[in-house]
T-cell receptor
Framework: AQTVTQSQPEMSVQEAETVTLSCTYDTSESDYYLFWYKQPPSRQMILVIRQEAYKQQNATENRFSVNFQKAAKSFSLKISDSQLGDAAMYFCAYRSESGKIIFGKGTRLHILP | GAVVSQHPSRVICKSGTSVKIECRSLDFQATTMFWYRQFPKKSLMLMATSNEGSKATYEQGVEKDKFLINHASLTLSTLTVTSAHPEDSSFYIC?????????????FGPGTRLTVT
C-alpha cells in the first residue's frame, strides 16, 4: 500500500523568506502523480502544484516549486518570498494508478510578519 | 474552472437520525467522486470511491451500511450517514474527477461540517 509521510507537523517562516516543506512517500507503482494541496482556514482544498512521476523536471508554479527525487521517493515543496496569505495547512498527496489520492498528515505553516 | 459544491455546508442532527450530504459537479461531468472524512487538525481519510451507475467501493474499516453512497448521475453523488452518533461528527469533503479523464486532477468541494448531538 502507498503511504505519504510529512515529518513536520508545524513550521514557521518570516514573511518574504523561503521555506521548504518535506514529504516522502512509499510505492511500488511506476506511474503516479504527486501533489501539494493547501487548506486555509476555510477548509477548501486548493491545488498548489503537481508533479508527474515520469517527468524528471521539477514542477514550478510562480513562487512554488518542488524538489522531486524519484529514487529517494522524496517530494518537497519550496515556497519563495513567503506571504501572509500562504499561512495554511499543506498536504502532500499521492495519486495512484487507480485514481485514489492518499494524503500525508499535513504541515501547518505559519508566516511571521 | 471546475467547481464542486456541497450541500449543506453545516448540519446539526440528533443522535439516531440520518443526514444526507450532496456533492455536485457544477460545470463538468464526473464519472468518479470520492468521499473523505477529516477530523479536527487531521488529514483527509478516503472513505469511499463512487462511480456513476455502480456501487461505491469502500475503504477498509468504513461501514458501508452506515455511510450510504449513491452516485445517480454524472453530476451528483450523495453521502447519507445513517443512525448518526456523536462520533460521526466530522468534516466531510467530496471530490470529483471529470469524465474521460486522463486528467490527474480531482476537484474538491468546500466540505460539510456534521455535528451530531
Amino acid at each position: 500500500a502507498q503511504t505519504v509521510t510529512q515529518s513536520q507537523p508545524e513550521m514557521s517562516v518570516q514573511e518574504a523568506e523561503t521555506v521548504t516543506l518535506s514529504c516522502t512517500y512509499d510505492t511500488s507503482e511506476s506511474d503516479y502523480y504527486l501533489f501539494w494541496y493547501k487548506q486555509p482556514p476555510s477548509r477548501q482544498m486548493i491545488l498548489v502544484i503537481r508533479q508527474e512521476a515520469y517527468k524528471q523536471q521539477n514542477a514550478t508554479e510562480n513562487r512554488f516549486s518542488v524538489n522531486f527525487q524519484k529514487a529517494a521517493k522524496s517530494f518537497s515543496l519550496k515556497i519563495s518570498d513567503s506571504q501572509l496569505g500562504d499561512a495554511a495547512m499543506y498536504f502532500c498527496a499521492y495519486r495512484s494508478e487507480s485514481g485514489k489520492i492518499i494524503f500525508g498528515k499535513g504541515t501547518r505553516l505559519h508566516i511571521l510578519p | 474552472g471546475a467547481v464542486v459544491s456541497q450541500h449543506p455546508s453545516r448540519v446539526i442532527c440528533k443522535s439516531g437520525t440520518s443526514v444526507k450530504i450532496e456533492c455536485r459537479s457544477l460545470d463538468f461531468q464526473a464519472t468518479t467522486m470520492f468521499w473523505y472524512r477529516q477530523f479536527p487538525k487531521k488529514s483527509l481519510m478516503l472513505m469511499a470511491t463512487s462511480n456513476e451507475g455502480s456501487k461505491a467501493t469502500y475503504e477498509q474499516g468504513v461501514e458501508k451500511d452506515k455511510f450510504l453512497i449513491n452516485h445517480a448521475s454524472l453530476t451528483l453523488s450523495t453521502l447519507t450517514v445513517t443512525s448518526a452518533h456523536p462520533e460521526d461528527s466530522s468534516f466531510y469533503i467530496c471530490s470529483a474527477r471529470s469524465l474521460g479523464s486522463s486528467s490527474y486532477e480531482q476537484y474538491f468541494g468546500p466540505g460539510t461540517r456534521l455535528t451530531v448531538t
